[in-house]
């Protein structure tokens, strides 16, 4: 491998780990801050994708698409916390399981009734459609660099509000003490309402602004959930930061495993995860126990 | 979950299904009296993929097959039929279990499935030399089933995977290419076609640069397209399907890989998918047993009345489906309406010398690995569809190397 190879390479692999953290920051806030294990994220994921190609087909605009969805998403997830997740925070995280896996199946099927079971591509929008010239014969995807471009805004905008807002405070308070966080006159429930409505919100707007990229298909969560969860583990659980590192570090040794070792490129992240939680249990960043 | 097909309702499918369920209901309490008159259902036990990534293709399979049954008159040998579908998840694992289901607490007399060639290998080891049931594969391509594998009872209505890209080496090197990089997934149907297509292209003195294994069903393939730019191979040939087939085809695109190396494949690549592809999909060539702009009255017809009754377009997995109706029918025919395991010999009989004069795809006949023997078309896409130049391999046969059946 040249330089140029590496430095393409290198390029890719930062970029899709910065879709990896886009991906896996709905669970972020979900399980790493709030410590609820949320095994439908993918399937919200896979709804936020519906979405888009049901949006896009009425409005023919994938950002107007995405201003309609986001609504849409943070409504169904206040009414799942009202209704199942809001009884589940005193139990412990087998009944979370079984909820959220719950959840998965209730929401296939519902994707099922509502779209069918078809294949979909939703067009890329058209002032992103170009190409950068990269190397004498490979281009770069415009939208793919936008899509980065929106994963850095998201991780700002995260980092920003858990360690800089009044409801950070109440988030990062609630998380590590619920009660005595309501003694405080703070109403905890709120709070916690409000953070999976948003973790529900980023899993169905990164499946939308993936869903030009991704294509639309039933099952297409699955995956998701399970890398999101090897991202937020190797992060640290409750540290953005961590989910942040974690992704890139994952999308590097993805790509390059894929590249230098192809016989052995679908265990390289599971391998560097292994090695990270052999070093520290806990995760890169997250506290010690 | 088992009992029923889990597709959605149309008017067809509901007069259809009451119909059934009315000839179950006459016949399912004092099952002895009808079954004496020749009036006892025909049981069709349907292993196929209802959820997941899959399930467009069973829902597919599943319609085609009954509405062949349905334009006979709906019954099989003047028998009202009863189909009892389970999900088989595309799951390998669940596979024996559910067989053994169907096939000795339900007594199936036909199994039709799966989708899967994982999943097909599994069922075929539980039915293979049984007098029955008459097993009929609308779709898996693993060429072992009509190879190593294959069985007396065991049919298949759609294609090896050997067949499906064969002709694609000669195709690419008409075209004038010497090198190549092969792309598919890490997993049997990928490595088959992907040896498949490049026979003859070794034959005709081309070389493969390089083959590239993406992990089944990962779609992350930005990697190895930085590969292929570099590697500057003349053409790439390449096979996924579904979801993946579309976030291939238009990330191919994106790379600014299409104009300067072509890309060639079996037709799953482009095949139902180009309206998801858009412009990305222009110009691709591929080779298959079928495709939708086939200019034959049959497959005229065929389209018309599966639009009609299931209001989507039909596909290539629903002319496979509507085959396998063609084939129980052919079955039955046979034997008239007789499926006692004494009937099954007449009935394999009967299949292993089928003709199907009037597939969608076009007339194919059974070979004696009990594969079919059919055209390939060279199929491009142009403004949108797969346009067929003309038949890229006359009446193709699978090798059916290791097949031995004791008839």
Known sequence: MDLAQFLVQALNGVQYGLLLFLVASGLTLIFGIMGIINLAHGAFYMIGAYLAYWLVGLTDNLFLAILLGIPIAVAVGLVIERLLIARLYDRDHLDQVLLTYGLILILNETQKILWGSDFHGVPVPEMLAGSVPLTENQAYPVYRLFISAVCLGVAAGMWLVIARTRLGMMIRAGASNREMTSALGINIGRVFAIVFALGVALAAFSGMIGAPVSSVYPGMGDRVLIISFVVVVIGGIGSVKGAFIGALLIGLADTFGRVLVPDFASMVIYALMALVLLWRPQGLFGRAP | ?407
């Not at chain 2, 003047?78 to 088989?88: F, K, T, W």
């Not at chain 2, 085959?323 to 079955?331: E, M």
């Not at chain 2, 199907?356 to 491009?380: F, K, T």
Request: charged fraction near 20%; aromatic fraction near 8%.
């Open chain 2, 1 to 407: 979950m088992t009992d029923t097909t889990r597709a959605r309702p149309s008017r067809r499918r509901f007069l259809a299904g009451a119909a059934a369920t009315g000839a179950i209901a006459s016949t399912g309490f004092v099952p002895t009296r009808f079954a004496i008159g020749g009036q006892a259902p025909v049981k069709v036990g349907i292993l196929l993929p209802y959820s997941g990534t899959y399930a467009s293709l069973g829902e597919a399979i599943t319609n085609g097959m009954k509405m062949r049954i349905e334009q006979a008159g709906g019954t099989l040998g003047g028998r009202p039929v009863e189909y009892i579908a389970i999900d088989s998840e595309a799951s390998p694992p669940q596979a024996p279990r559910h067989t053994k289901k169907l096939v000795i607490k339900d007594q199936v007399d036909f199994l039709v499935g799966p989708v899967h060639s994982g999943v097909a290998l599994a069922m075929a080891k539980v039915v293979a030399g049984r007098d029955k049931p008459i097993m009929i594969i609308p779709n898996a391509g693993a060429n072992a089933l009509t190879r190593g594998q294959c069985a007396r009872n065991i049919f298949r209505a759609s294609f090896s995977n050997w067949q499906t890209c064969y002709p694609c080496g000669q195709v690419m090197a008409d075209d004038g290419h010497k090198t190549v990089v092969t792309m598919t997934w890490k997993y049997a149907a990928g490595n088959e076609i992907m040896a498949a297509g490049t026979e003859l292209f070794k034959e005709f003195g081309g070389a493969v640069i390089k083959d590239i294994r993406v992990p089944f069903p990962d779609v992350e393939f930005q990697a190895h397209l930085s590969e292929i730019a570099a590697l500057k191979p003349d053409a790439v040939l390449a096979f996924f399907s579904g979801g993946g087939a579309i976030k291939f085809v238009k990330d191919y695109a994106a790379a600014g890989l299409k104009d300067s190396i072509p890309l060639y494949g079996p037709g799953f690549l482009t095949e139902g998918l180009t309206e998801g592809q858009g412009a990305a999909a222009e110009g691709i060539k591929t080779t298959l047993h079928y495709a939708r702009t086939l200019d034959t009255p049959v497959n005229r017809m065929f389209l018309e009345a599966y639009k009609k009754a299931y209001n989507k377009e039909a596909d290539v997995f629903a002319v496979q489906g509507f085959d396998t109706g063609s084939l129980l029918l052919q079955a039955i025919d046979a034997t008239e309406g007789d499926t006692g395991a004494d009937a099954s010999p007449a009935m394999i009989e009967a299949l292993s010398a089928a003709e199907v004069p009037d597939s969608p795809r076009g007339p194919w006949r059974m070979s004696e690995a009990h594969n079919p023997i059919m055209d390939i078309y060279l199929r491009q896409v142009e403004g949108g569809v797969n346009k067929i130049l003309g038949v890229a391999s006359r009446d193709l046969e699978d090798p059916a190397t290791g097949c031995k059946l004791d008839t």
